[in-house]
């Protein structure tokens, strides 16, 4: 009399199994977050870059008005809708852009932060005759 053995299959996952799963995950995430970053980084550049503009705008419009630039970054709140824009880039609102004045020039640009990495912000630079 032959006994036949029944052979039960274990349920579940081998170790070596798991181990080729987590090594495909490393390599896609070794290929995908450096460009993510750089991506998320871009992204917050050109937000700030953006808003700097919406600042110099507003501070040109000003200056038609009022005949001289203003580089007290609060006054220009109403003009933007009620807040300074955030600048994703420095994380801050009144110390997020700058507005320099030379003579009858005026400069706005963002602070460049250490949200984005190493980058150069633009820089917006406006004039005005005083006519």
Do not use: H
């Amino acid at each position: 009399m032959t006994r036949m053995r029944s052979r039960r299959r274990a349920k579940g996952f081998t170790l070596v199994e798991v181990l080729v799963v987590v090594l495909i995950i490393e390599v896609l995430a070794a290929f995908a977050l450096p460009t993510y970053i750089s991506e998320v980084y871009s992204s917050r550049m050109g937000i700030a870059n953006a808003n700097a503009r919406a600042i110099a705008t507003a501070a040109q419009g000003k200056a038609i008005t009022i005949g001289s630039y203003d580089t007290t970054l609060t006054d220009y709140s109403t003009d933007l809708g009620g807040a300074i824009p955030l600048n994703p880039c420095s994380g801050t609102t009144s110390t997020g852009y700058t507005i320099t004045t030379t003579g009858s020039q005026a400069k706005v640009s963002a602070v460049s932060g250490t949200n984005c990495g190493t980058w150069t912000p633009m820089t917006f630079t406006l004039g005005y005759s005083g006519e």
